[in-house]
């Protein structure tokens, strides 16, 4: 086993531990620990709320989750020799849960999908879907069931959420002013258009007194992606993935976080993967001026590594850029991702699951998503990819009569309407 540079005690809390995290980038986020180009290492990895989530029947949790303390971050680590314009190599050799321990914030063999309340954050579908709702998954080996969705079980490819570099001052300057601006044209909106530097549950690694404060008033929100890699949410970044990232401050700073069991392409209902503690093993390198030697500017490349599981059967829904009041957009890709989530929603009710539990399993389940046309002027399509081994019974269309699935523990239950 690699040495592990972060260890975590799972009796305590994040903000308890030995080694402190974060939850905001800043470059002033002080670095845990140095490595070296071509050191293999072994961080662990808090789930995204440190334990606010429970292994219950309830989505209270779901409804208060704490989202400005998201998220607990592994790091930051200091790449001897890494200057900006270089790329910083990062190989993910092993990633996987944390074995069952002692303690009320014990390693998990289990993890959570939630659909977040519009009040809380909102979803990919927030305005069909403005209630919270959860799912707890327990973890067999590599495979997920749920209480809460029964009939289905699928193997996890497991990935962290997140992982990035540190922006320079520069690049945060122009994240906040680019993000502010946004929020400026509709200050009032539910969910918001971004999210402004929160100090409310800042976690700034060893930072203290009057420098905590400046920091804390600047860093910025660790949700959204962007030039840095974060919380990219791609589900392909799995064991024997490389990435590639830019480095913006000397030593890059490193970070990592948000470790899911398995996720759906576009987390679409917000906490969409199945939420895990865990651990990864990496191992890192520099290419020095790499940015400027492969027209890297901004933004990671990476190159995925073909793992379990790999499916062979497919279901797929398609949806175009017309509203479900009949309006007609542009070429709107995201609107056509929405239509055929929904599709595909509807479709799955018709065997008995309820709306929120197909929603819960196209968050969880390794669906694929694509943008199938985008240049057929006024309609773009998307598309949605349900892997048809996953399922108990046969879901195809015309497959024999319409078997009826017992909805199970605590299911929920909504009325909807396409």
């Given at each position: 086993m690699p040495n592990n540079i972060f260890p975590l005690d799972s009796s305590k809390s994040f903000t308890e531990q030995e080694n402190l995290g974060?939850?905001?980038?800043?470059?002033?986020?002080?670095?845990?620990?140095?490595?070296?180009?071509?050191?293999?290492?072994?961080?662990?990895?808090?789930?995204?709320?440190?334990g606010a989530i429970h292994n219950d029947d309830s989505a209270d949790d779901i409804r208060d989750a704490p989202l400005n303390s998201v998220h607990t971050l592994s790091g930051p680590f200091h790449i001897e020799g890494a200057q900006p314009g270089d790329l910083l190599i990062v190989d993910i050799l092993d990633i996987g849960p944390i074995p069952n321990e002692e303690g009320p914030l014990a390693g998990q063999?289990?993890?959570?999908?939630?659909?977040?309340?519009?009040?809380?954050?909102?979803?990919?579908?927030?305005?069909?879907?403005?209630?919270?709702?959860?799912?707890?998954?327990?973890?067999?080996?590599?495979?997920?069931?749920?209480?809460?969705?029964?009939?289905?079980?699928?193997?996890?490819?497991?990935?962290?959420?997140?992982?990035?570099?540190?922006?320079?001052?520069?690049?945060?300057?122009?994240?906040?002013?680019?993000?502010?601006?946004?929020?400026?044209?509709?200050?009032?909106?539910?969910?918001?258009?971004?999210?402004?530097?929160?100090?409310?549950?800042?976690?700034?690694?060893?930072?203290?007194g009057t420098e905590f404060t400046r920091v804390a008033g600047e860093a910025a929100r660790t949700a959204p992606p962007r030039e840095n890699g974060g919380?990219?949410?791609?589900?392909?970044?799995?064991?024997?993935?490389?990435?590639?990232?830019?480095?913006?401050?000397?030593?890059?700073?490193?970070?990592?976080?948000?470790?899911?069991?398995?996720?759906?392409?576009?987390?679409?209902?917000?906490?969409?993967?199945?939420?895990m503690g865990g651990f990864i093993d990496l191992h890192v390198d520099i290419i020095k001026g790499g940015m400027?030697?492969?027209?890297?500017?901004?933004?990671?490349?990476?190159?995925?590594?073909?793992?379990?599981?790999?499916?062979?059967?497919?279901?797929?829904?398609?949806?175009?850029?017309?509203?479900l009041d009949g309006e007609q957009r542009y070429l709107d890709s995201h609107l056509a991702y929405q239509r055929a989530c929904l599709h595909a929603i509807e479709y799955l009710t018709t065997f008995g699951w309820s709306p929120e539990q197909a929603y819960l399993l196209l968050g969880?389940?390794?669906?694929?998503?694509?943008?199938?046309?985008?240049?057929?002027?006024?309609?773009?399509?998307?598309?949605?990819?349900?892997?048809?081994?996953?399922?108990?019974?046969?879901?195809?269309?015309?497959s024999g009569p319409t078997p009826s699935i017992d909805p199970g523990i605590g299911a929920p239950r909504s009325s909807f309407e396409l």
């Open positions: 974060h939850n905001r980038w800043h470059p002033d986020v002080p670095a845990v620990t140095t490595v070296k180009p071509g050191d293999t290492f072994r961080v662990d990895c808090r789930e995204w709320f440190d063999s289990w993890g959570y999908t939630g659909i977040f309340a519009k009040k809380n954050g909102g979803s990919f579908l927030t305005d069909q879907f403005p209630d919270a709702y959860k799912a707890v998954w327990d973890f067999n080996g590599p495979k997920a069931t749920s209480r809460h969705i029964p009939g289905v079980e699928f193997n996890g490819l497991i990935h962290p959420g997140l992982m990035g570099t540190a922006p320079s001052h520069k690049l945060l300057d122009k994240w906040n002013q680019r993000e502010a601006a946004l929020i400026a044209t509709d200050p009032e909106r539910v969910p918001p258009l971004a999210l402004p530097p929160e100090p409310d549950s800042a976690i700034l690694g060893g930072l203290t919380n990219q949410d791609i589900k392909n970044l799995s064991k024997g993935t490389r990435v590639f990232y830019p480095v913006f401050v000397d030593g890059a700073n490193f970070s990592v976080g948000d470790l899911h069991f398995s996720q759906g392409d576009g987390e679409i209902t917000f906490c969409g993967g199945i939420e400027d030697k492969y027209g890297v500017k901004e933004n990671a490349i990476f190159m995925p590594k073909q793992t379990e599981p790999q499916y062979t059967e497919w279901l797929a829904f398609s949806g175009t850029s017309v509203t969880a389940a390794p669906i694929e998503g694509r943008f199938s046309g985008v240049v057929d002027i006024p309609n773009a399509c998307a598309t949605v990819y349900l892997p048809l081994q996953i399922f108990d019974i046969d879901i195809r269309p015309g």
